[in-house]
């Protein structure tokens, strides 16, 4: 999807309330895997420093592992997604 594909996704799914929308949003705002969506807890939010630390995943066939590239990583939380974590 392009920048306004994008946009556009979240504008509708926000104004249908789409019971999703939260998740798609965290997911094209951070850029997170989806393992890694499902493996993070709040712990590692700080919304002070608008950071999440990106240290695990999750699949159904190994469970709970590092991520895919093995390091850990800090994703920048985005300005338009700091309303909604909170």
């Given at each position: 999807?392009?920048?306004?594909?994008?946009?556009?996704?979240?504008?509708?799914?926000?104004?249908?309330?789409?019971?999703?929308?939260?998740?798609?949003?965290?997911?094209?705002?951070?850029?997170?895997?989806?393992g890694e969506l499902y493996a993070l807890t709040w712990d590692k939010v700080s919304l002070d420093k608008r950071q999440i630390l990106v240290n695990?995943?999750?699949?159904?066939?190994?469970?709970?592992?590092?991520?895919?590239?093995?390091?850990?990583?800090?994703?920048?939380?985005?300005?338009?997604?700091?309303?909604?974590?909170?």
């Amino acid at each position: 999807l392009n920048e306004e594909q994008i946009l556009l996704l979240l504008r509708r799914s926000q104004e249908l309330d789409w019971h999703w929308y939260p998740h798609y949003a965290v997911a094209l705002y951070t850029g997170m895997r989806n393992g890694e969506l499902y493996a993070l807890t709040w712990d590692k939010v700080s919304l002070d420093k608008r950071q999440i630390l990106v240290n695990c995943s999750w699949s159904s066939k190994d469970g709970y592992k590092s991520t895919k590239s093995g390091d850990d990583r800090i994703v920048e939380i985005p300005m338009p997604l700091l309303p909604l974590l909170k």
